[in-house]
Every structure is written in C-alpha cells, then in structure tokens.
C-alpha cells in the first residue's frame, strides 16, 4: 500500500496500479503590515493559512484501474461535503482532515463507444478545520 485518501487505495500489486505523481504540499503563514511615519512599517504575524496539497494520478485500465469508475468516486468526493485523512505509507498528512477542492481529469485514450481507457487525475486538497 502507497497510501489512502478516502474511499480511494494507492497501491501496486501484481493485479493493481494505482499511485500519486508530482505531489505538492504548501505551508504558509499571514503577516500584516502596518504603515509608520518616518519608520519602516511594523511586520505583524496574523497566524497560519490552511495547508493546501495537489498531485496527479493516471487512471489506465491496462493496470487495472476501472477509469469511469473511479472518476464518479472522484466526483462523488468532490462535490461530498466530507473531509478525509490523508495517509501516505502508515503516517498521516497533516494534523487535520483534507477535502477536495479540485478535481480535474484529462481524457488521454478513449475507445470505441466512448469508454475512458486512460485518463489523468489532477487533484487539489485543502486543510479541513
């Protein structure tokens, strides 16, 4: 197991490929400055902003991934107002729950009939207070 978010199993097995790409987390904090005569302006910490993490996953049913399956979980978490751990390995992302942002997917192959055979997932989280 590589990892869980939700419903959804990263994982690499001989039946199953299923992992995250170009994983991005961002940490940031907010100062406000206030303006002075004649001095610089005082720098003031106004406290930390939700963390955000974005990566990508390939959906391709020649490793045995279901695309249309998975991008309706991916749509049904999206639009869900649920938020889930985000675990990589055995430890947890960040002190709190993520939800989904973001959800975008790439058709990269398509079959006869319309049927998803490959697809590119990019996926935005935000940190759930």
């Known amino acids: 197991?590589?990892?869980?978010?939700?419903?959804i199993l990263f994982r690499v097995s001989d039946s199953r490929v299923l992992?995250?790409?170009n994983m991005k987390q961002e940490i940031s904090a907010s100062w406000e400055t206030m303006d002075?005569?004649?001095?610089?302006?005082?720098?003031?910490?106004?406290?930390?902003n939700l963390q955000t993490i974005s990566f990508e996953v390939t959906l391709d049913a020649s490793l045995?991934?279901?695309p249309r399956m998975m991008l309706q979980t991916l749509e049904r978490m999206a639009e869900g107002s649920e938020a889930y751990?985000?675990?990589l390995g055995r430890r947890l992302i960040g002190k709190n729950k993520w939800v989904i942002?973001?959800?975008?997917a790439a058709y990269d192959v398509i079959l006869r009939g319309g049927e998803?055979?490959?697809?590119t997932v990019s996926l935005n989280l935000q940190e759930y207070v």
Do not use: F, H
Request: charged letters at 25%.
């Open 1 to 7: 197991m590589i990892g869980v978010l939700g419903d």
């Open 19 to 21: 992992t995250i790409r």
């Open 36 to 48: 002075r005569i004649g001095l610089k302006p005082l720098t003031e910490y106004s406290g930390p």
């Open 64 to 66: 045995g991934v279901k």
């Open 85 to 87: 751990d985000l675990v």
């Open 101 to 104: 942002t973001k959800c975008s």
């Open 116 to 119: 998803i055979y490959k697809a």
